[in-house]
């Protein structure tokens, strides 16, 4: 049986100088074990739901595979104190993989945990592809809105993000996690395990945007994300030299853009 994303537990109350019992729905956070081929690659914190949707994300986000077709079997498997997510991959994969064992703990923000080097931790990015996609700043506003209308989890905790790959019109994916990063990597997974293009799609993030989540959407292949609160310098330079169009603090029907506007459609103005 699955393990619910939200559990409820006691809490008391203050308001207006009185306490009152009762009750509140909180997110679960439970340690996620990836395993490849028998052997551990990292325990990350996650909100035990969408695992398989993470597993393969994380697998390609990090770069252990290449493909979603070189993992040979995915089994989310309950352990004791947490959840295994068990990969076997394909022989090619396997032997390429093999010495980059991380064995990290990756806690609920972590993002480039367990790193060996600086350089590894601020390669180069693929360049996205660029396609004709745009979009007007209306329509990005509201993809936000609906983004955050679809968080079933968060409207009943308040406490987790959401990603979403909106590929126009009403073709929204949505994915949460007390973890933002892994938000993001759940999303990488259901649109790998779907067949998915995500080159004329638009990443939205509930959460700021660090250079991790710029490096995720470059894998993804998504030319735009757009997220409620704002970018890190290094996430703006990351962007930019990725070609990804970065829009930020989009609130309400307005927002910013830091990198690449000419994916935004709107009439410019003199400041």
């Given at each position: 049986?699955?393990?619910?994303a939200?559990?409820?537990?006691s809490?008391?109350k203050?308001?207006s100088?009185?306490?009152?019992?009762?009750?509140r729905?909180?997110?679960?956070e439970v340690?996620v074990a990836?395993t490849?081929?028998?052997?551990?690659y990292?325990?990350?914190?996650?909100?035990?739901a969408?695992?398989?949707d993470?597993a393969l994300?994380?697998?390609l986000?990090?770069?252990?595979?290449?493909?979603?077709?070189?993992?040979?079997?995915l089994?989310?498997?309950e352990?004791?104190?947490g959840?295994?997510?068990?990969?076997?991959?394909?022989?090619?994969?396997?032997?390429?993989n093999?010495?980059?064992r991380?064995?990290?703990?990756g806690?609920?923000?972590?993002?480039?945990?367990?790193?060996d080097?600086?350089?590894?931790?601020l390669?180069?990015?693929?360049?996205?592809?660029?396609?004709?996609s745009?979009?007007?700043?209306?329509a990005?506003a509201?993809?936000?809105?609906?983004?955050?209308?679809?968080?079933?989890?968060n409207?009943?905790?308040?406490?987790?993000?959401?990603?979403?790959?909106?590929?126009g019109?009403?073709?929204?994916l949505?994915r949460?996690d007390?973890g933002?990063?892994?938000?993001?990597?759940?999303?990488?997974?259901?649109?790998?395990?779907?067949a998915?293009s995500a080159?004329?799609?638009?990443?939205?993030?509930t959460s700021?945007?660090?250079?991790e989540?710029?490096?995720k959407?470059?894998?993804l292949?998504?030319?735009?994300i757009?997220a409620?609160?704002?970018?890190?310098a290094?996430?703006?330079?990351?962007?930019e030299?990725?070609g990804i169009?970065?829009?930020?603090?989009?609130?309400?029907?307005?927002f910013?853009?830091?990198?690449?506007?000419?994916r935004?459609?709107?009439?410019a103005?003199?400041p």
């Amino acid at each position: 049986m699955a393990r619910p994303a939200a559990i409820e537990v006691s809490r008391l109350k203050w308001s207006s100088g009185e306490l009152s019992a009762g009750r509140r729905a909180v997110p679960d956070e439970v340690p996620v074990a990836l395993t490849y081929d028998g052997t551990s690659y990292a325990v990350m914190m996650a909100t035990p739901a969408d695992l398989a949707d993470f597993a393969l994300g994380f697998s390609l986000s990090e770069g252990v595979v290449d493909h979603a077709s070189e993992i040979e079997s995915l089994d989310i498997i309950e352990v004791e104190g947490g959840i295994e997510a068990r990969m076997w991959l394909k022989p090619a994969a396997s032997v390429r993989n093999r010495g980059r064992r991380r064995a990290i703990l990756g806690p609920t923000g972590c993002g480039l945990c367990g790193v060996d080097s600086i350089a590894q931790a601020l390669k180069s990015l693929p360049a996205v592809e660029q396609s004709a996609s745009r979009v007007s700043g209306e329509a990005l506003a509201l993809a936000m809105t609906e983004l955050q209308k679809r968080q079933a989890l968060n409207a009943q905790t308040r406490a987790v993000h959401a990603a979403g790959l909106w590929l126009g019109k009403d073709e929204l994916l949505v994915r949460e996690d007390v973890g933002r990063h892994n938000a993001l990597d759940k999303i990488i997974g259901v649109a790998a395990a779907s067949a998915l293009s995500a080159e004329n799609g638009v990443v939205l993030l509930t959460s700021r945007v660090s250079v991790e989540l710029i490096q995720k959407t470059a894998r993804l292949g998504a030319p735009i994300i757009a997220a409620v609160s704002a970018p890190t310098a290094l996430a703006v330079r990351m962007a930019e030299q990725a070609g990804i169009t970065l829009a930020a603090v989009l609130r309400g029907e307005e927002f910013e853009i830091f990198t690449r506007p000419e994916r935004i459609i709107g009439e410019a103005r003199a400041p």
